[in-house]
């Protein structure tokens, strides 16, 4: 039934009970002393110990301290010659599950170890079952993250506080890209961006749960655990454990690592959820619903850092007559080339956007007015010199007006910086057009047209 080490230095003592326990089913090992007992049990596995309270070189206190420190879940039953209360409360205080007095009756030692054993049994149930409580908790938030940086340090901290892992690295697939570091935790910095590469590397093709061997770390064992979803791999857990780990660290890896691929996925369709909701259809610049967005934001930002930024309002001339002319498939066609070009001519954190119809916002990150003026003039020459829909055998010629309007030394709130961008491209309109204006206070207010949304996201000017 149970493997039962039982410590005693009487002969006779052990050989009894030992033929008490015996005759119950339970595997006995009998030893004579402390320093066998503590042999003993680092040679092999016991579900627990009997041990008198007198023993050579030390007691059974000693025994019963030695197995709750290194022998967790090991139950210890106490037995004395010494028919006094306080052995008895210190044993029970110290952990023993029993505490008998000798002689002791067959059945009195039978029982004692046989109500060890049940209690033994129920708290690893209770702790089995509140580490899986723990870990469904674990996994329900990880799934629900939908943030990327709060998504890495949730589960690199579960999988090395639950899955008891010295060190945990975290790839995500980047699309066509490969894989790329999304999480690292308990690594010494000093080999992080080497081992990193070689994990990369390594796990580019792997599709499988496995161990890692060759690794230049200094950790033992190094696990690999793939994050999937269906037949696609999402991104791949390495686990680092520097010892021996508890039997259900697979277990518990596994799950953690799957809720981390649903939230991976859940992520995928925020994404993508997000890209319909701020994205221009036609020509997959950000639209005017993005813009307030981060306009909001770059305001507020400019204000606690006394950084500026501009915007560059453009609008085509003469878009209507190409419509006219060539119909509204290669107007559609000409706006997405635009969208192109004028993407070419900014740094990849400025802010394209459609504002509507043949209109585009360009808001430019960190730049002053003298600034803003160069780049609107560098798109208005692209833009007079670029041949569109050159491949369709078209080669059309068009310009743009562009107004330049900075924050904060034109306009310190949203509305007006963008109703001043306007303002000075509508200059440019009314005059010579292929022009760009600089926002002042004393320019023309918009036509009531204008000021009433009149060239929406589907309107055309002239």
């Known amino acids: ?63 019963l301290r030695h197995v709750r420190e290194r022998h967790p879940g090991v139950e ?15 044993a029970i205080k110290s952990g023993a599950a029993e505490y008998l007095v000798k002689p002791v009756a067959p059945e009195a030692l039978q029982h004692a170890v046989r109500r060890a054993l049940t209690t033994r049994d129920l708290l690893q149930e209770n ?19 939908l943030e990327r940086e709060k998504l890495a340090s949730a589960t690199t901290s579960a999988l090395e506080s639950m899955a008891c892992a010295s060190a945990v690295v975290l790839l995500e697939r980047d699309g066509d890209k490969g894989l ?17 590469a070689t994990l990369v590397e390594r796990l580019s093709n792997a599709r499988a749960p496995r161990e890692l061997e060759g690794l230049d770390a ?58 319909l909701a701020y994205v221009d259809d036609l ?39 190409i419509n006219d002319t060539h119909g509204h498939l290669v107007g559609s066609r000409l706006l997405v080339e635009t969208a192109r070009v004028v993407k070419g001519c900014v740094r990849d954190h400025d802010v394209v956007a459609r504002y509507g119809g043949d209109e585009y916002v360009v808001l430019l990150r960190n730049t002053d007015s003298g600034g803003a003026l160069k780049v609107a003039e560098r798109i208005r020459r692209t833009m007079e010199t670029h041949l569109f829909l050159a491949r369709e055998g078209l080669s059309l010629k068009l310009s743009t007006c562009i107004g330049v309007a900075s924050f904060p030394e034109h306009a310190r709130d949203k509305a007006t910086l963008l109703d001043l961008a306007d303002r000075a491209m509508y200059r440019g309109k009314r005059g010579s057009r292929n022009v760009v204006y600089m926002a002042a206070l004393d320019l023309e207010p918009l036509p009531a047209e204008r000021r009433q949304g009149g060239s929406g996201p589907g309107g055309s000017s002239t």
Do not use: C
Not at 42 to 59: E, H, Q, S, Y
Not at 127 to 145: K, P, W
Not at 294 to 308: F, G, K
């Open 76 to 90: 210890v039953v106490v037995i004395t010659g010494l028919e006094k209360v306080d052995p008895a409360v210190r």
């Open 218 to 275: 200094a950790f033992p064992r190094v696990l690999s655990i793939p994050a999937v979803e269906g037949t696609t791999v999402l991104g791949h857990a390495v686990l680092f454990f520097d010892g021996a780990e508890p039997e259900w660290t697979g277990e518990t890896a596994g799950y953690l690592v799957r809720n981390w691929a649903l939230a991976l996925r859940n992520l995928g369709r925020f994404a993508a959820v997000e890209d």
């Open 283 to 321: 020509t997959r610049l950000f639209n005017t619903r993005y813009l307030h967005l981060v306009l909001d934001r770059e305001v507020q930002d400019s204000v606690q850092t006394q950084r500026p930024f501009s915007l560059l309002f453009l609008d085509l001339d003469h878009f209507k007559s």
């Open 1 to 63: 039934m149970a493997r039962i080490l039982l410590v005693d230095d009487e002969k006779i003592a052990r050989t009894l009970y030992g033929d008490y326990l015996t005759a119950v089913g339970h595997a006995v090992t009998a030893v004579g002393s402390l320093q066998d007992a503590r042999e003993a049990l680092a040679g092999d596995r016991f579900d627990a110990v009997v041990t008198d309270l007198i023993l050579p070189g030390g007691d059974g206190m000693e025994v």
């Open 127 to 145: 702790a089995s079952l509140r580490r899986h409580v723990a870990m469904l908790e674990a996994g329900q938030r990880i799934a629900t993250t």
């Open 180 to 196: 790329r570091l999304q999480g690292v935790r308990g690594l010494p910095p000093r080999h992080e961006p080497e081992l990193v």
